[in-house]
């Protein structure tokens, strides 16, 4: 079945894994650094957070993570959930959990974020924003109808100005 994954910053719980029972002997910073490691095998991450645990809890750490794709925050919780991923004593792991009384608005994402899910869904190594192709001759001598052009490049070009973005 496919997904669809929308340019904007993911807020739904079915993308968001909550990671607990994290040890207190490394850093936060370490922690972020194997978590990331370790999750980014099932699907491009939006974000990893890692918090230390309550005063009232014992010392340690959780995480929340961030997916792009609600697939791949699920099957990252099925294979991680109760594992010794990268410490002595298995970790917890569940996904978020639904609040339909809370709704939020959609949030574009920055450029660079978007070029980071574009390169991951798309194959690509790199998108650029220079101009890599410069038109100088009239659209109809490459055998496309002028009508096939969007008005805005096709005005372009009328204009004298040979090169289109």
């Not at 990252?76 to 970790?91: G, I, M, R, T």
Request: hydrophobic share 40%.
């Amino acid at each position: 079945m496919a997904e669809l994954v929308s340019f904007t910053v993911p807020t739904e719980s079915d993308k968001t894994l909550l990671v607990w029972e994290l040890s207190s002997g490394p850093t936060a910073e370490a922690l972020h650094h194997s978590l990331f490691a370790v999750f980014s095998q099932f699907g491009l991450l939006f974000s990893v957070r890692v918090f230390p645990n309550a005063a009232v809890a014992r010392p340690g750490f959780y995480a929340i993570i961030k997916f792009y794709s609600a697939r791949d925050a699920h099957r990252a919780q099925k294979a991680c959930d109760q594992k010794q991923l990268f410490q002595n004593s298995p970790v917890k792991v569940r996904l978020g959990t639904k609040h339909k009384a809370v709704q939020h608005q959609a949030l574009a994402l920055n450029s660079s974020q978007c070029q980071e899910l574009a390169n991951y869904y798309f194959g690509f190594n790199g998108w650029s924003k220079r101009i890599i192709k410069r038109w100088c001759c009239h659209p109809m001598s490459a055998g496309v109808p002028e009508l096939a052009w969007p008005r805005r490049l096709w005005m372009t070009w009328r204009k004298g100005h040979y090169h289109f973005l």
